[in-house]
T-cell receptor
Framework: GAVVSQHPSRVICKSGTSVKIECRSL??????MFWYRQFPKQSLMLMAT?????????EQGVEKDKFLINHASLTLSTLTVTSAHPEDSSFYIC???????????FGSGTQLSVL | GENVEQHPSTLSVQEGDSAVIKCTYS??????FPWYKQELGKGPQLIID?????GEKKDQRIAVTLNKTAKHFSLHITETQPEDSAVYFC??????????FGKGTSLLVTP
């Protein structure tokens, strides 16, 4: 299957700092990427849909000013958690939509721990 | 919006037995149903998918069936092995082309 690379895999930061997570589609162009959040032993919750060259669409309850999404190219989307707090600690996963036939592939996830 | 229900939440089978996980969805417009396997600390891995124009798809020990009328689809794993132990998620593609996931099934295959 297609490869989606996500970095970093793990990050520990102090409360109040910002953290950037990168998501790259390595062998295909992805006009649309998605960002999910996952709490321990729970399912994936869609946070936002990122379209190349346009503003991201956020799900209800997700603060767009806190979770900044940039999709500047067909192979790269970034999620920046601004002014992180302990409650932002979670597993963040990106996914990218490949071309025909359309499939969605996931990155390996980023475990964020805010101290 | 789309609502995906998944059962069971946990499943324990002996090595060599079959495992079946079932999901239902609510949006009749959904037309793509992938299954993902997630190991601890990793992202979900696509293992098989099915589109609404077919009723069954098989890939070696894994098969998926879809009943559009009843709006349910199932994952079947035959001849299970310990390395099949993981959390499995079903999903349905919504009208916004994002996936709605079931709550997951923790599968344990004991030797």
């Amino acid at each position: 299957g297609a490869v989606v690379s996500q970095h970093p895999s793990r990050v520990i930061c102090k409360s109040g700092t910002s953290v950037k997570i990168e998501c790259r589609s390595l062998d295909f162009q992805a006009t649309t990427m998605f960002w999910y959040r996952q709490f321990p032993k729970q399912s994936l919750m869609l946070m936002a849909t990122s379209n190349e060259g346009s503003k991201a669409t956020y799900e209800q309850g997700v603060e767009k000013d806190k979770f900044l999404i940039n999709h500047a190219s067909l192979t790269l989307s970034t999620l920046t958690v601004t002014s992180a707090h302990p409650e932002d600690s979670s597993f963040y996963i990106c996914s990218a939509r490949s071309g025909l036939p359309e499939k969605l592939f996931f990155g390996s996830g980023t475990q964020l721990s805010v101290l | 919006g789309e609502n995906v229900e998944q059962h069971p939440s946990t499943l324990s089978v002996q090595e060599g037995d079959s495992a079946v996980i079932k999901c239902t969805y609510s949006d009749s417009a959904s037309n793509y149903f992938p299954w993902y396997k997630q190991e601890l600390g990793k992202g979900p891995q696509l293992i098989i998918d099915i589109r609404s124009n077919v009723g069954e798809k098989k890939d070696q020990r894994i098969a998926v069936t879809l009943n559009k009328t009843a709006k349910h689809f199932s994952l079947h794993i035959t001849e299970t092995q310990p390395e099949d132990s993981a959390v499995y998620f079903c999903a349905a593609l919504n009208s916004g082309y994002a996936l709605n996931f079931g709550k997951g099934t923790s599968l344990l295959v004991t030797p």
